[in-house]
């Protein structure tokens, strides 16, 4: 097939559209010498703290600019309207609308969640053990069934509402859940009596969502943040108490730090991970122990990271000590955890990242990557002796799933690619058996065979060969013209998986190329590929990028100017990068809660993420070179009069992480700067925050809008947009 022109591409109304302009009310400050100018600081709220627990606390002309800027750009992509009703029809074809997970086994019971059709949230269930396999009943209307928990129903009549955790109790009576009602990320924690199917009197506001039971299931763990909206406080709660006068587990005094919560897989400790990106400590508190007190596996030291597991009498402890800087695996008393008697299990195999670990009873399992690509392994305790899962294919991804027991013998892992739907397997870990128990599937039909998946290597520009993936039609004809959506993040050492996603298929269907660019600042191809891509390195991550279009374009993927670059959160922020650097490689850029304002917000530390962010980006607070190298890059502050391809950015009001004013100013800037192109377009979802709709349909509108967005950008564009 061939892709010029794009099915779908809606030609434009003859009419110019009335184009925002954000008032200048200038803000001068000095830092390190050097005067900042912002013309449009006005534009972040002063009680910023007060709208992300009450959007209608919006001051008003920020929300008149806000309305007016979603006005334009609905304007603008209103010809894309019947596209993106078909475009929302065909993703949601692809989703089983009464669809379930593959039930876990815990004690007498298999629990799992599952789809009403037409819900939008899921039911939290769970039905006896009949002695089947998991998969061998079908969990809708299952006689035996108990919906613990409705979480379509406890969103009726809600503008947001996002379920957290769910956790039930060892005892198996009640279940502990959360919810986010404002898209702030402040969860309430409730207690339910699964029997009664009502809810106890305990409330707990102001969480992270995440509950740990104690092992006698009067008691739980959870996370309050603070006033500055951090996680920074652990707290033990016992039912039928005040909160107020729960147990402090741990106050965390560095604003610079995280607190997270999970526990063991055994069972018997609560982890309090104190952490920021290359920097952590863990205390664990015995669950069985009612009155336990934390108790520090190893204190923190700058550039140590660690990560625990249990095992009879020991730790196993995921690290990159002594310099390891893809980690290894050591083991160590539990009754004397520290770090000088840690003994290597796992000897550190640089270009071997360690991903992750988990110990069942008898053995350890860890997930790795090596060239890319990743595999499970299962190491027998007792003898060593090791067997690994992995597939042979240019690109895949692999999920490892614990589930709820210690003492098994089996092993569950999900497995896809780009073009086969996930599987989800259990493992049997004696005789090396998969069985197969789920395939994703997709009610509108999809072939694996209609698709290719491809891994091809883009030269950067100090000679690194970045990895990337790819998806088109199998009947595509690879002469340059076809369109692109090119996806990139880069940071945090978060690698982005070669997984199958549904919503791509809309574009891959009309003859775009799907590509993923796995640039440094993720750990895609080991620990080494992440430092290269941060702090002092970081324009490594932004000309990575540029190198893979410019190789898909080289390679007859597509062409320069058919591009259209994708990404969220610190992935916006290499949006704005890449739309500074190489506008003209472009046809459109797609920034969805773009990190743009990336110099103003590091050198804020009243905002929830900024100290945290220090050992990722550097502190320009205290630090003028950190200063120098981040106003070199930060895509507010370089922007210039030039022309640059047309952008739609999408911003939340409530997001707590990367606030609605970055996506705002960086609008307001762009139009007020350059000297041609466009249009540029923002729209704000006024009613969520960093994940946009939690809705599992509502949230395709949002991507269909993207969509469309890409589709025109690539077709008939705008030309009677209005002057940007």
Same mark, same amino acid.
């Given at each position: ?40 600081? #006005? ?169 740990? #039971?104690?092992?006698?299931?009067? =008691? ?14 652990? !707290? ?105 008697? #840690? ?47 992995? !597939? ?81 039609? =199998? ?81 007859? !993927? ?102 609605? #004013? ?63």
């Amino acid at each position: 097939m061939r892709s010029h022109p794009v099915p779908g591409a809606a030609t434009p109304r003859r009419r110019k559209t009335a184009v925002p302009r954000a008032e200048i009310r200038t803000k001068r400050t000095v830092v390190h010498g050097t005067e900042l100018s912002d013309d449009y600081d #006005w534009l972040r709220a002063s009680n910023w703290k007060e709208v992300l627990r009450d959007p209608a606390a919006l001051p008003a002309d920020i929300r008149a600019y806000l309305d007016a800027e979603n006005a334009y750009c609905k304007a603008l992509l209103a010809p894309t309207r019947a596209l993106q009703r078909s475009l929302v029809k065909e993703m949601r074809g692809r989703i089983k609308e009464d669809d379930s997970s593959v039930p876990q086994p815990d004690g007498p019971f298999l629990y799992y969640s599952r789809y009403r059709k037409g819900g939008e949230h899921p039911l939290i269930c769970r039905r006896p053990k009949t002695g089947a396999p998991a998969s061998s009943e079908k969990n809708t209307g299952n006689s035996r069934e108990q919906i613990m928990l409705d979480a379509d129903a406890l969103s009726d009549g809600k503008d947001f509402f996002d379920l957290g955790d769910t956790a039930h109790s060892p005892d198996h009576r009640l279940l502990g859940w959360s919810a986010d009602e404002a898209g702030s990320e402040l969860h309430m924690i409730r207690v339910r009596d699964i029997a009664s199917g009502e809810d106890l009197p305990d409330a707990i506001p102001d969480t992270t969502g995440d509950i740990v #039971w104690a092992a006698d299931s009067r =008691a739980f763990a959870y996370v309050r943040l603070d006033a500055d909206h951090r996680p920074s406080r652990v !707290f033990r709660h016992r039912l039928g108490h005040d909160p107020s006068q729960d147990t402090l587990l741990h106050d965390e005094s560095d604003a610079g730090m995280f607190v997270d919560i999970d526990e063991t897989q055994s069972g018997r400790f609560l982890l309090i991970s104190i952490s920021d990106h290359e920097t952590s400590e863990i205390r664990l508190v015995d669950l069985s122990e009612p009155e336990a007190r934390p108790v520090t596996v190893a204190p923190r030291a700058v550039g140590r990271q660690y990560d625990v597991e249990h095992h009879g009498d020991d730790l196993l402890i995921l690290t990159n000590a002594d310099g390891a800087e893809d980690f290894k695996i050591v083991t160590v008393p539990a009754a004397d955890p520290s770090p000088a008697g #840690w003994r290597d299990l796992i000897p550190h195999k640089p270009g071997r990242l360690i991903l992750s670990h988990v110990c069942l009873k008898g053995r350890l399992i860890r997930l790795e990557r090596e060239d890319g690509l990743p595999r499970i392994v299962i190491r027998d305790l007792a003898t060593g002796a090791e067997s690994s899962i992995a !597939f042979d294919e240019e690109a895949y991804g692999l999920g490892l799933d614990a589930g709820y027991e210690f003492e098994t013998d089996r092993l569950r892992f999900i497995y896809a690619s780009m073009a086969r739907p996930a599987e989800t397997y259990d493992y049997d870990m004696v005789t090396g058996a998969r069985v197969l128990l789920k395939r994703q599937e997709v009610p509108s039909g999809h072939d694996p065979a209609a698709y290719r998946v491809r891994r091809i290597f883009a030269t950067a520009k100090d000679g690194e060969q970045v990895p990337v993936s790819l998806l088109h039609r =199998a009947d595509l004809v690879l002469d340059g013209s076809a369109p692109c959506l090119l996806y990139g993040y880069g940071s945090y050492g978060s690698a982005m998986s070669a997984s199958f996603r549904i919503r791509p298929l809309s574009l891959v269907d009309r003859g775009f190329v799907y590509a993923i660019a796995h640039v440094r600042g993720g750990t895609d191809k080991g620990r080494r590929w992440y430092l290269d891509g941060k702090r002092e390195n970081k324009r490594n991550t932004f000309t990575d990028f540029i190198a893979a279009g410019e190789a898909l374009a080289d390679a007859g !993927f597509t062409a320069r100017g058919r591009i259209v670059a994708e990404g969220g959160s610190a992935g916006g922020m290499l949006m704005g990068a890449v739309a500074n650097m190489a506008p003209e490689l472009f046809a459109g850029i797609i920034a969805e809660v773009p990190f743009v304002d990336v110099l103003n917000t590091i050198l804020d530390d009243t905002l929830p993420l900024t100290p945290p962010e220090w050992p990722e980006w550097g502190d320009p607070i205290r630090d003028i070179a950190a200063f120098e190298m981040i106003r070199s890059y930060s895509p507010y502050d370089n922007i210039t009069a030039q022309a640059y391809p047309p952008i739609l950015a999408m911003g939340g009001l409530t997001d707590p992480r990367v606030t609605y #004013w970055e996506p705002a100013k960086w609008v307001a800037r762009l139009r007020a700067t350059m000297s041609g192109g466009g249009p540029i377009m923002l729209h704000t979802n006024m009613e969520a925050g960093h994940g946009g709709s939690a809705g599992r349909f509502d949230s395709l509108k949002e991507t269909a809008l993207a969509y469309a967005f890409a589709i025109q950008a690539v077709g008939e564009g705008w030309p009677e947009a209005g002057s940007d």
